[in-house]
DNA sequence: GAAGTATTGTGTATTATTCACACGAAGTCA
DNA sequence: TGACTTCGTGTGAATAATACACAATACTTC
């Protein structure tokens, strides 16, 4: 079936640059695909894919995600769109870039399920993207470093239950800084968002670690009355 | 013409929240025009309109903002991208939200050039707007207002030359909340970024104000060292 | 079971930053 | 010359940020 309007129309797309973070590694990666279509064929690429007519940007970003990643149900957010005039080489597109975070978890589904090849690569080491999926990526690189230092999102790319010392690679390996660990222990705790559990990590001799978790009710309880969280 | 396509294709629209300062109220305003078609015939709307299939996002807020109010060369920064399937009655309409500040000097072009009615309103006291122009506007807002605390974007709202006392009243206003004037002239001093003209400010029967201005290269030299400007 | 090893968990002193606060100076007008 | 209005300035107290070192706990090995 053709559709035909009175002007030319730009199509409309979404990409997601998808967030991971390794607690083993301590090092910040990001989920591509390989193109198996031109152009850009056997290149690496951000998800996304074309705006259904009937259905939301965010709703679009979700099911892209699934259909080429197997992830769902993760943090998602808008970031930026981008729209020079030929950024595709076929004709006209506009793409509606999302960040999204996801916990370890969920990491193993993701390359798996899809027939598509999608791999997670180091942020500090990504090879040549298609498109101006380069570009897309440092934006979303940049928003993420300056969100995490003042809303509590990194608890979105761990486990439920986590460590201090795993919250504390993370902020270090996202911002790209040393952070001294009693200073960092004592400015989250002051927070009060974070909840100890009766358990334990237990890996490698030595002493084990006090295992804690995020409480997004109370996070939003505070945020209401114009609570701040900054690291 | 017609143009012809395999899939329905969303129409591309950009909407322009348009900030201005008044110094003498001492308020914040935001431009909008009257609507002279339907949907939303005469009611109040954001100025903005379809994006050219050759044109880049930024250009065609450019050039909608020049055809309905004759604002030209203002600070203008892409928002978020609004796109839930029924804002537009008429048939699917995704919108790139822009925000731009312009200074006082400029008002009085805005509303004289154009045919259509263009009227700025005080962000305090705006009548109902079409479509999802008030979600909109509540989001610049609060980008704004987020924005002015850590980038010295608020001179962009007011003439090249400025006293002290003005620009405390402008984060005041945008703020909602009273500063302390020796610590705001402590503050924004110390960044180094204001330079003293030999010119003073008089009006009225009291000392007359020093005048100011913005050094914006200063500020681009700092910025690359990773300086923040905080208020 | 004692010694070695690796990571967790904790407190204090020093230094910056933020905040609260009041009055003389410089102009106009009557 | 006195009344009025806004401009311009400094200090002390409170709070937040920073730098920094060692004992506690588990596992492993001999």
Redesign the pocket.
């Known amino acids: 079936m053709k559709h035909t309007y009175e002007y030319p129309r730009a199509a409309l797309t979404v990409d997601c640059v998808v967030f991971g973070f390794d607690s083993g590694q301590a090092e910040l990666q990001v989920l591509l695909i390989r193109r198996g279509l031109a152009p850009f064929k056997d290149h690496w690429a951000l998800p996304g894919g074309f705006v259904r007519v009937e259905e939301t940007l965010d709703d679009a970003a979700r099911r892209e995600l699934e259909e080429e990643t197997g992830l769902k149900d993760l943090f998602l957010e808008q970031l930026y769109t981008f729209g020079t005039v030929h950024r595709d080489p076929r004709e006209r597109v506009v793409s509606v870039a999302y960040y999204a975070l996801t916990k370890p978890a969920d990491h193993t589904t993701a390359a798996s399920t899809d027939a598509a090849e999608a791999r997670w690569f180091p942020v500090t080491d990504i090879p040549p993207l298609a498109f101006d999926h380069a570009e897309i990526f440092a934006t979303a690189l940049a928003r993420l470093r300056g969100k995490l230092t003042y809303q509590p999102v990194g608890f979105e790319l761990l486990p439920p239950k986590f460590?201090?010392?795993?919250l504390q690679r993370l902020y270090e390996s996202v911002l790209g800084t040393e952070i001294?660990?009693?200073?960092f222990?004592?400015?989250v705790?002051s927070y009060d968002l974070l909840i100890p559990l009766k358990e334990?990590?237990?890996e490698?001799?030595?002493?084990?670690?006090?295992l804690f978790r995020f409480d997004p009710m109370k996070y939003e309880r505070l945020k209401k009355k114009g609570f701040l969280f900054?690291i």
């Open positions: 460590t201090l010392t795993q001294d660990k009693r200073n222990r004592k400015k705790l334990q990590h237990r490698g001799p030595h002493r084990p670690a006090q900054e």
